[in-house]
């Protein structure tokens, strides 16, 4: 049964692109800290998201779970005293991966390392196991972040590794892991992250500071064509505007990113990140 939440937003489908829609204000999405969206359970009681301090000197992974009509907000317990973000469950719900500074197993901190950890639903929350540092050539010793799941198997994330950050897709191999750089044309001389990957017709979102932009980072759209993806196309439908956009989702009907806007049109000043909805049929790039 399609949950109470999804069904709301395929009933209210009009697009208002002159106002923005936050997700569940007050509640996930504060005046105080940065969020961005991670997952939603198709009944809409359960999410898992990041919040980070206004300066992004620490960051961690969220859990809301919705019981009666009162939401309990809580940590999830891997998370460290430094910066997590970023959860990726994968498609079966038996695993999950993550961005983190922790410490690793030989002492070493500070870079961003790719970490993965078991993972179990219950119905109404998730419980994780013990995070696990994955080897190299996913991680490097530069740094690598923003990890989406393809499938249970393969992955994208970003890595500097070459010197400015550029999408990598993992698949396992015999030795563990083949990492191979995007071809096509998303990585550029600008800087690009994954945010999701959409099957049927295979679509990437990512963001990136581009020159084709509107402001900061800003939200594109890549499609596979054979092997290679498309150059990105900059989303349009009010999502991209002046200051920062990214952690795109796409749950179910509903289209999730989160946004970090100007103050004032002819000033630097920025707020806080927060989450914002609209349906996916909004998107004509995603249709």
Known sequence: ????????????SVCNYESDEEFLPAII??????????????DGNSVLFTRALPD?????????????????VENVPISSEGYDAGLSIAPSGVSALFTSTR?????QVGGWNIWQLDATFNGHKWNFGDPILMPEPVNSAHSECCVVHGDDQDFYFASNRLGSWDIFHAEPDQDGFQVSFLSGGVNSDEDAWPSAIIANPKKLLYSSISATGVGGDDIYVAYMQGADWSPGKLLGAGINRLGYEDSARVIGPAFY??????????????????????PTTCIDELG
């Open 103 to 107: 410490r690793t197993d030989d002492g």
């Open 29 to 42: 999405s504060t005046p105080d800290a940065h969020e961005g969206l991670n997952w939603v359970s198709v």
């Open 1 to 12: 049964m399609i949950g109470a939440l999804f069904i709301l937003l395929a009933a209210n």
């Open 257 to 278: 990113w989160s946004s970090r806007p100007k103050s004032g049109e002819n000033t630097g000043d920025l707020s806080v990140s927060n989450i914002y909805t609209m």
């Open 56 to 72: 992004f000197s620490i960051s961690t992974i969220m859990q809301a779970t919705k019981v009666d009509d009162d939401w309990i």
